[in-house]
């Protein structure tokens, strides 16, 4: 969430203000003059190898090479107090599913990062599958580079389940049982994913939801650090740096896409883009108005 402390134009002014590095180049030309050591948090979803419109399909054993080198650099690039998210779902071929996050941990680890969560992202909609069940889930597998690294907790606490519960015996008896600030978010989250009646839906088939990348931010980095993006698509994760006044890189290899994230910043910056708040309930249609009233 915003700093509430803040006026809503004194945050229009720091959405001006707050930088964002962003350009239409393979991630590797992108990445190679950058500072070492220079990126705070690099969160990403890089092309899952199954033919979309933004990739050409390519043996297993090629895109795990190519990955190899994109992770390599981004390591590199990462502060000894920074972290790393990888979020990818399923490659498949020939009706058999290879999980990505699996695949790809090894080279994470031939880097001595640390896996801090393996976390479940859960939505509701998706490809409807008629030979197996219908996927519903991808995972973000989150790195450090240290035992030494940023994390806030208080900034992405969730409602707790029974709020102002208090402890009814023992030596704390009548106290809050819980943080009055809400409970950990844990490691399975439920965001709608940006389907075409999402809010942020733009022209890119498989985007991040803001909000997502807003609890990423938030917990893992501090006001005015580098966030970067090397399959950056239409700047989500930008977008989701510069409101919460951190510096945005990214870059991406199609023309149109960058077009839009530099249209989504834009609109950040005068006011008029229209994102997801994080902590707005998953519309639930058994509840009145969903939930959202």
Request: glycine content about 8%.
């Amino acid at each position: 969430m915003y700093n509430t402390a803040m006026t809503t134009a004194a945050l229009f002014q720091f959405h001006r203000e707050s930088q964002a590095h962003m350009r239409c180049q393979d991630n590797l030309d992108f990445m190679r003059p950058l500072a070492t050591g220079s990126m705070q948090l690099i969160v990403t979803s890089p092309p899952y190898n199954i033919g979309k419109s933004y990739e050409s399909r390519k043996p297993l054993e090629s895109y795990v090479a190519q990955q190899a080198q994109v992770i390599s650099e981004c390591v590199r690039l990462l502060r000894p107090s920074g972290s790393l998210c990888w979020q990818v779902g399923n490659h498949v071929q020939d009706g058999e599913i290879f999980p990505l996050d699996l695949v790809l941990y090894p080279l994470f680890r031939e880097h001595g990062l640390r896996l801090r969560n393996r976390i479940v992202w859960h939505f509701e909609h998706g490809l409807h599958c008629s030979k197996r069940l219908s996927g519903r889930y991808e995972t973000i597998l989150w790195f450090t580079k240290s035992e030494d690294y940023v994390f806030h907790l208080d900034p992405i606490r969730v409602p707790a389940k029974y709020p102002g519960k208090k402890y009814f015996k023992g030596p704390k008896i009548g106290q809050l049982s819980g943080n009055p600030l809400g409970k950990n978010p844990g490691d399975v989250w439920i965001f709608p994913n940006v389907k075409n009646n999402h809010v942020e839906k733009t022209v890119h088939p498989c985007q991040f939801p803001v909000e997502l990348v807003e609890r990423l931010v938030l917990a893992l980095t501090n006001r005015g650090d580098a966030v970067l993006d090397p399959y950056m698509g239409v700047g989500s994760s930008i977008v989701a740096a510069l409101m919460h006044d951190r510096v945005g890189y990214g870059c991406d290899i199609v023309p149109e896409y960058v077009q839009t994230a530099q249209e989504r910043v834009a609109a950040l910056r005068d006011g008029s883009l229209r994102t997801r708040p994080m902590h707005k309930p998953v519309y639930d249609p058994s509840l009145p108005k969903g939930g959202h009233a």
